[in-house]
């Protein structure tokens, strides 16, 4: 049995423990590290869809900027470090928000106004 099959059973099994009365809500919420109304959805959906109802429904993380795009967004700051996400964003013609490139920008510690690796960052009398 692979992990979110056995997560997926204790999931069922709590939830069929709350819907007969042996759990309450709070317990139930305590043991599986969601919130009391967490658990209020599990029990509708349990009841409307029987242990099908439980399977995450969540789906993986959907990139809206490619890995080549990211890479261009970095090259592009690290050549002209004084332009802003949003200039980067129209230079490059990208489809994403400017807090979109902002938050790559800030991934990679770009977001300053100079990159923090160029010694003018530091003052000209710093002596790193």
Same mark, same amino acid.
């Given at each position: 049995?692979?992990?979110?099959?056995?997560?997926?059973? *204790? @999931?069922?099994?709590?939830?069929?423990?709350?819907?007969?009365?042996?759990?309450?809500?709070?317990?139930?919420?305590?043991?599986?590290?969601?919130?009391? @109304?967490?658990?209020?959805?599990?029990?509708?959906? *349990?009841?409307? #869809?029987?242990?099908?109802?439980?399977?995450?429904?969540?789906?993986?993380? #959907? @990139?809206?900027?490619? #890995?080549?795009?990211?890479?261009?967004?970095?090259? *592009?700051?690290?050549?002209?470090?004084?332009?802003?996400?949003?200039?980067? @964003?129209?230079?490059?013609?990208?489809?994403?928000?400017?807090?979109?490139?902002?938050?790559?920008?800030?991934?990679?510690?770009?977001?300053?106004?100079?990159?923090?690796?160029?010694?003018?960052?530091?003052?000209?009398?710093?002596?790193?």
């Amino acid at each position: 049995m692979s992990m979110s099959q056995e997560k997926q059973s *204790f @999931r069922c099994e709590i939830v069929r423990n709350v819907i007969t009365g042996k759990l309450r809500n709070e317990q139930a919420a305590l043991q599986l590290r969601v919130t009391p @109304r967490t658990i209020q959805n599990y029990c509708r959906r *349990f009841l409307e #869809h029987g242990p099908q109802g439980l399977e995450d429904r969540r789906t993986g993380h #959907h @990139r809206k900027i490619s #890995h080549e795009e990211e890479a261009a967004i970095i090259a *592009f700051k690290l050549e002209r470090p004084q332009r802003s996400a949003r200039q980067i @964003r129209d230079r490059l013609r990208l489809k994403v928000s400017e807090e979109a490139v902002r938050l790559i920008l800030a991934k990679h510690r770009l977001n300053g106004r100079v990159p923090q690796t160029d010694p003018a960052w530091y003052g000209e009398d710093s002596r790193i």
